[in-house]
């Protein structure tokens, strides 16, 4: 890898970093993804010992998924729909909840190239975060390009914000 602080790491980077810090601070992590169907969970086992810090991969893409493996409330996915920041705040509890990590990410959103709406164009993916007992933390993205392209951006904006909020708590 080069040392130019303008070159962007790759996810394979990015994991390993992160698997540095939560192995630093005795940390394990869990992941809910819905539009990235596991990829996250592929880039974290692609990092060597991961299995220290890396706990559980829970990929729920439809609403009953959502509901039995992560505990989301039927009445959040029919009001607010499964993109939004209340599922994806109840997916990243679920993930916490139903493993033995301290540190969980979600994801859900729309990867194209259907599926999207006037209010939810392709590309909307909400991310969350939560650690132990600080609340739970979320953002929307809106990513272009095609649907690979959507997946990858949102793996790595997923992985970084672990590594944000670890420095921040």
Request: a negative charge; charged letters at 20%; aromatic letters at 6%.
């Given at each position: 890898?080069?040392n130019d602080?303008t070159?962007t790491?790759?996810?394979?980077?990015?994991?390993?970093?992160l698997?540095s810090?939560?192995l630093?601070?005795?940390?394990?992590?869990?992941v809910?993804?819905?539009?990235?169907?596991?990829?996250?969970?592929k880039?974290?086992?692609?990092i060597s010992?991961?299995?220290?810090?890396?706990?559980?991969?829970f990929?729920?893409?439809s609403?009953e998924?959502k509901e039995?493996?992560?505990?989301?409330?039927?009445?959040?996915?029919?009001?607010?729909?499964a993109?939004?920041?209340?599922?994806?705040?109840?997916?990243?509890?679920?993930?916490l909840s139903?493993?033995r990590?301290?540190?969980?990410?979600?994801i859900?959103?729309?990867?194209?190239?259907?599926?999207g709406?006037?209010?939810?164009?392709?590309?909307?993916?909400w991310?969350a975060?939560?650690?132990?007992?600080?609340?739970?933390?979320?953002?929307?993205?809106?990513f272009?390009?095609?649907?690979?392209?959507v997946r990858?951006?949102?793996?790595?904006?997923?992985?970084?914000?672990v590594?944000e909020?670890?420095?921040?708590?």
């Open positions: 890898m080069s602080p070159e790491p790759s996810l394979h980077q990015i994991a390993a970093d698997g810090q939560m630093a601070r005795r940390l394990k992590l869990a809910a993804e819905s539009c990235t169907g596991g990829w996250v969970c880039v974290v086992t692609e010992g991961s299995s220290d810090w890396f706990d559980a991969g990929v729920a893409y609403y998924a039995a493996m992560l505990g989301v409330d039927r009445r959040i996915l029919e009001r607010y729909g993109v939004s920041e209340e599922a994806v705040l109840e997916m990243v509890r679920g993930a139903r493993s990590a301290n540190v969980a990410l979600a859900t959103g729309i990867a194209g190239p259907t599926g709406t006037p209010d939810k164009p392709v590309g909307t993916v991310v975060w939560g650690f132990g007992h600080h609340p739970p933390e979320a953002a929307v993205f809106l272009s390009g095609d649907r690979e392209q990858r951006d949102t793996v790595r904006v997923a992985l970084r914000g590594q909020m670890l420095e921040r708590h």
